[in-house]
Each structure stands twice: as C-alpha cells, then as structure tokens.
C-alpha cells in the first residue's frame, strides 16, 4: 500500500484546521498543519509535501510573505502552493499569484468542493496572471515587502533601544545593591573576626560553632557581592595591565582552595611551571582563575580529583583545571558562561551559587585578548582552558 500523499495546511483558525482535517483525511490525505508562516517554513524544509495550503492572513508574517519564502525553497520550487483565505477584495487574488502562489480559494470552504480542487492542483493545474499585469503587481508587491522590511527595522530599532535601557538600569541597580550590601556586611565581617579572634572574651564550645558557620556564610555572600560588583567593572572599564606573575597567582588560589576541597574530600593536586612576568589585570586574572577552581570544588563529588596545571610557552600562558566531577551537557557548554545562568535553575538544586564566576572569567580573559574553553560531559568531568596570550 502507497504512502498517503502529504499536504501541509498554515492555518492560525483551529476550527479551519479541524475542517480540513477532517475533509481531506477521509479522502485518504496526510496533513501537516502549521500556525504561522515560520513553523510551516520549518517544516516545508524538513519534508516533502506534495501541496501547500496557506491562509494570506495569519498572524506575524502574512500569508504573502511566507509563500515567497517558500518558494525559495529548492525542493519546493514546483510545488504548488495555493492561497486560502476569506478576503476576496481585489487585488488579493493577483497579489496571491505574485507572491508565488499557484492557486486561490475563497472561503469559507465547500466541503464537498476542496478535494476536487486539490486533486486538480495536484494533477498540474496552476493559474496565472493576466497578461500585462505581471511587471505592475511584482512592482506593487515588492513595495509593499520593502515596506514591510523597513517597519519591522523600526520595530527592532526600538526594542533593541528597550533593551539597552532595560539592561543599563540592571547594571545600575546591581552595582548600587552591591554597595548597599556591602557596607552592613563589612561590619558584621569585622566584628565576627574579632569574635574570632576571642577579642570579646572565650567563647563556649557552641558559640565558636556558631560563630564559625556565620562567618562563614557571610564570606560567601561577600564574594557573591564582590563579584557582582567586579562583574560590572569588567564589563564597563578597560583592564590596568601591570606586572603580574601568574604561576604564583595560581599557588595562592589552590592554597586557600584547599581547605575547601580536604573538607570535600577531594585530592586538589598541581603541575606549575614557573612563568616569566606577564602584563595584565592581576585581580581579574585571581576572580577568574579562582572560580574556575571553585567550580572545579563545588560540582566534583566524593571521592574525587582536581588538578591544575600551569604552562609557560614565549607567546602565551595556558591554565588548564581538570576534575572528575559530575560534568556539563554539550548544549550547556556555551550558555554557562552567560551572567546568572545555571545548569539547574530550580531553588532546590543541591549547588549553591548565582552563575557568575565563569562570566567573569571570560569577560576578564577575553578582555586580555585570551580565550577560555571547556571539553566536557555528563558524568566524566569537565576540563577548563584558558589561554592567555603575551603582546
């Protein structure tokens, strides 16, 4: 038994779509039906319809502009493509045919005429202009898509102004917040250390406890702080090159990282070759070195490696920081670098963080004119490299 021919129906009117569905597929038709002219065209590309059926005046791009796109197509370039609609005003058949169309019905759709007309259709009827109006209607229809062309740059001129606005006022809100915040916090960071340091008097067995997990907590909401504030720097001012020496930068890292990763039970090793003096940023590097080791600590369970490695070659400086940790989709791999973005974005997800630390990084590395790749995958760890490049 042959295959049911194929019609594909754009069509934003579900009670249309029923009808027609209804009166084709007890004629043994397949239909494909589609809501607007991007979704058909989408489809159109991934199949073969043996016709196309579409209204002229679905929603967003019209019925017109659509079956031009269409038409464009390669494997569709003899497929008919007949217009439906109800507007039976003049022109709008002559606008139909111009546009590509082969054929036009008026609705509303006579039930017992429709298969007739495809099967006509399908068997090589097409309709055509009247002579000499060719040139006139292709003249008409080609200002009316340039028209169309220069109000949809204007639409997007204006959102694209929207945006900007919208995401300058983000900036300015965060970068305020941020120092809102950070002023009570610096106070209760002081203080705590002083409780620490037993400058009040000893502390009971339970107040050191409780005094360790609160300082604790504060230290983390001051880095989200300072990376929300370093966040802004980055984007908006050039980076300070100054001397730095990057292999010691890293010692630091891993040196205050390691309590953090023995308390995970994690083995954080190392393989730094001394490097000679590099220009840059020597706190952007620190940020986004840092929180690619602290990536590195935070989604790598127990029991399980880290290892950093540092190579100095005469035209550039490579940072390589490899775990075995639980990994990143392949269709992640870009968007983890995107400001707040987070693999999973439930409140309960079981890793805490606001997605900055790798938005950082390759804003600080980019702007060094490095780059900063990942290779990973679920559940077999995931590989950092940054590069950064000397002149």
Do not use: W
């Amino acid at each position: 038994m042959s295959d049911p021919t194929t019609i594909l129906y754009i069509e934003d009117n579900h009670d249309n779509q029923l009808l027609v569905r209804r009166i084709l597929e007890a004629r043994g038709y397949a239909l494909q039906v589609c809501e607007d002219g991007p979704a058909g065209i989408a489809l159109a590309r991934e199949s073969q319809p043996a016709l196309i059926l579409i209204d002229i005046n679905i929603a967003g791009m019209d019925g017109y502009e659509t079956t031009t796109r269409l038409r464009s197509l390669p494997h569709l370039r003899t497929t008919p493509i007949i217009a439906i609609t109800a507007d039976a005003r003049p022109g709008t058949r002559e606008r139909a045919l111009t546009a590509g169309c082969d054929g036009f019905i008026l609705k509303p759709i006579n039930p017992r005429m429709l298969p007739d007309q495809i099967a006509e259709f399908l068997g090589g009827k097409r309709e055509l202009l009247p002579k000499g109006m060719e040139m006139t209607m292709l003249r008409e229809y080609n200002a009316r898509l340039v028209e169309r062309l220069e109000q949809q740059v204007r639409e997007l001129s204006a959102r694209n102004a929207e945006l900007q606005e919208l995401d300058r006022l983000k900036n300015t809100f965060l970068a305020t917040l941020s120092h809102e915040l950070r002023t009570p916090l610096t106070a209760i960071l002081g203080y705590l250390e002083l409780f620490e340091r037993r400058a009040f008097g000893p502390l009971t067995e339970v107040q050191g406890q409780a005094i360790g997990v609160i300082a604790r907590n504060a230290r983390i909401l001051s880095r989200i702080l300072n990376n929300l504030l370093y966040l802004q720097e980055v984007r908006s001012n050039e980076i300070r090159r100054v001397p730095v020496v990057i292999h010691d930068v890293v010692r630091e890292i891993i040196a205050e990282m390691q309590p953090l990763a023995h308390a995970a039970r994690l083995e954080l090793t190392s393989s730094i070759q001394p490097t000679a003096v590099y220009m840059g940023d020597p706190i952007g590097i620190g940020q986004a070195l840092r929180a690619l080791i602290d990536n590195a600590v935070k989604f790598t369970p127990a029991p399980g490696r880290i290892t950093v490695t540092v190579i100095d070659e005469p035209s550039r400086v490579l940072v390589r920081v490899e775990d075995t940790g639980i990994g990143i989709p392949a269709e992640a791999h870009e968007k983890i670098f995107l400001p707040f973005y987070q693999i999973d974005d439930t409140l309960a997800r079981p890793y805490a963080g606001v997605g900055l630390g790798l938005a950082i990084a390759r804003h600080v590395i980019e702007a060094h004119g490095g780059q900063i790749n990942v290779r990973s995958a679920v559940n077999a760890g995931s590989t950092f490299t940054v590069v950064l490049p000397r002149g």
